[in-house]
């Protein structure tokens, strides 16, 4: 049974950063999707990072590029999203989401995704 367990969320003052991790088991995704995504009260998921497969080059969306980074450490099946300079309009549920398949293109639909873990709340004050 595959599981994705999300942590390190938290509140912080804007400017601030929180690294979330995101644990998985079940099986290995080194060479498939992973992602992370977010929720807003009131707002649809959004898109926030993801890697095709363990080694490639990451894609973000154009909110929070150059602000997060994400990672993947296939050995200890574990994703990380270091998030920095972090603004009250990065409060949300982040996700992490993983897939069955290697994307062979850049997307940032949900759809793709065959796994979730239950989320992670980060709260950023003004």
């Known amino acids: 049974q595959v599981q994705l367990e999300e942590s390190g969320g938290g509140l912080v003052q804007a400017g601030g950063s929180l690294r979330l991790s995101c644990a998985h088991s079940?099986?290995?995704?080194?060479?498939?999707?992973m992602g992370w995504f977010r929720q807003a009260p009131g707002k649809e998921r959004e898109f926030v990072a993801n890697?095709?497969?363990?080694?490639?080059?990451?894609y973000y969306s154009d909110s929070v590029k150059g602000r997060f980074s994400l990672s993947r450490d296939s050995a200890k099946n574990m994703m990380f999203l270091q998030m920095n300079s972090l603004k009250p309009e990065d409060t949300a549920v982040y996700y992490c989401?993983?897939?069955?398949?290697?994307?062979?293109?850049?997307?940032?639909?949900?759809?793709?995704?065959?796994?979730w873990g239950q989320g992670t709340q980060v709260t950023v004050s003004s």
């Open positions: 890697s095709r497969w363990s080694t490639d080059s990451p």
């Open positions: 079940g099986r290995t995704f080194s060479n498939t999707a």
């Open positions: 989401a993983a897939s069955d398949f290697r994307f062979l293109t850049r997307t940032s639909s949900a759809s793709r995704y065959d796994y």
